[in-house]
Each structure stands twice: as C-alpha cells, then as structure tokens.
C-alpha cells in the first residue's frame, strides 16, 4: 500500500493551480494578441477608406468640363487603385494612403469640400492654375495637419486669408497668389517657423505685413494698400 505524505494534497493541489494559472495566462495572452490584431485591421482599413471618402467627395464637389479626372474611377476597390489616379501619389502602390494631391491647371470648379478632411496624411496640395472659388475653409490645418506645400494660386478664392493657416506647423510653401483676396495678412502666418516660400502678390491685401524670418522666397506686390515689409512704408 502507497502512504501518501501529509504534504502531498497541498503540493497536487498548488501544481493544480500553477498549471491552471499558466493556461488562463496563456488564453488571456492570445486574445489579447487577436484583439489587438483585429483592432489595427480595422484601424488600418478605416484610414484607407477615408482616402477613398476623401478623393470621391473632392470630385463629385467639382465642375469637371474637360474630363481631367475621369480616370478616377472608383467601381474597382482594388488594392492601391486610388494611386493611379491623375495628380495622385500615395505613400507606396500598396495601400490607398495619399500623401500628394496636384491637380493644377486643370479647369476644375467649385469651392474646396469638407470631404478634404477625410485626406489626413496629405503633405502636398496643389490646385493651382482652376477656377477654384469661395473662402478658403478655416478647417484646412485640422483637416490636413501635415501639410508640407499648400499651393491655391491662380483661382478665384475670396474672403480673408484665415489666421488658422498658422496651425499648419509643418507648412515650408505656402502660395496663395493672384486670387482675390481682401483683408490683413494674419499675424499667425509668421509664426510658423518652417515656412520658406511665401506668395500674397495680386490679392487685395491690406494693412501692415508682420515681421517674417526665414523667408527665402517671398512675393507680396500687387496688393494696393499693403505696406511695410519690401513694400512702400505705411500712411
């Protein structure tokens, strides 16, 4: 006959539990993996869908005459597909993700979407050279944070130019040239430390221009009563 020791039942019973443990941290350790799989999936997914939001909501906005973005078709959800558009480049040929958007002298139409918004990652925009009208939206840094170029010359746009430009902290060219802008020149524009090129020529501008340092490149003539600056002095 087996005599079992006083001490057996508590050690069985502690392995017991030791293995128990192990499991239960494994399984917690697997589902914790899977749900923060399925949660970057769908995280992912979500960003490349408001790519798609944002390019589809921009052209359905605008008057088109010449048929310069036909070639956004957006029937075919294929992987990177948005990429092969006209005037735009993604992140990489894998993954609808844009980082540029240039669509200049196209004779496109129309006043700037909120769908923009949905463009998060962009760095470049450029509608230079249409007939682009309206204000220019005070959102446009919280829509695009990472802006590197923002390039709206040559267009209609009116209004004042918004002090909320100075959000765009990455913002290094910024050309707002020949539109028909009124109103100062924000103070906030010449706080934004990365800024090089600079264009306010043939707007309507008036009042002083704030002191800008680091400019390499800068246009402000053509607006009548700006003054300071490289232009005439004030009053």
């Known amino acids: 006959m087996v005599h079992e020791s ?11 539990m030791a293995e128990s443990t192990k499991k239960n941290c494994l399984v917690t350790v697997l589902l914790f993996l899977s ?10 997914t979500a960003v490349v869908e408001d790519d798609i939001r944002c390019l ?8 088109d005459r010449n048929g310069n973005l036909n070639s956004w078709n957006f029937l075919n959800y294929s992987m990177g597909f948005i990429c ?15 980082i540029s958007l240039a669509l200049p002298g196209m004779d496109l139409c129309g006043e700037l979407p909120d769908a923009l ?14 007939r682009f009208i309206g204000p220019i939206p ?16 040559n267009n209609s746009f009116s209004g004042s130019i918004p002090a909320e430009l100075g959000n765009c902290t ?11 802008l009124s109103g100062n020149i924000p103070p906030e524009i010449s706080s934004l430390t990365r800024l090089k090129v600079l264009s306010l020529a043939n707007n309507n501008l008036s009042g002083i221009i704030p002191p800008f340092s680091g400019l390499s490149d800068f246009e ?8 300071r600056g490289p232009l005439a002095k004030c009053g």
């Open 6 to 16: 006083p001490n057996s039942k508590p050690l069985l019973i502690f392995t017991f």
């Open 220 to 227: 402000f003539g053509g607006n009548r009563y700006l003054c």
């Open 84 to 98: 092969k558009f006209a005037g735009v480049d993604c992140w990489n040929d894998r993954e609808n993700r844009v």
């Open 170 to 180: 990455y913002l290094n060219k910024l050309m707002l040239n020949n539109n028909k």
């Open 117 to 130: 918004k949905y463009c998060s990652s962009l760095q470049t925009l450029d509608l230079s050279g249409n």
């Open 56 to 63: 589809h909501g921009l052209k359905d906005s605008l008057r």
């Open 35 to 44: 749900i923060s799989r399925v949660f970057h999936n769908v995280t992912a």
């Open 138 to 153: 005070l959102e446009i840094c919280n829509w695009m944070p990472f802006l590197v170029t923002l390039d709206l010359s």
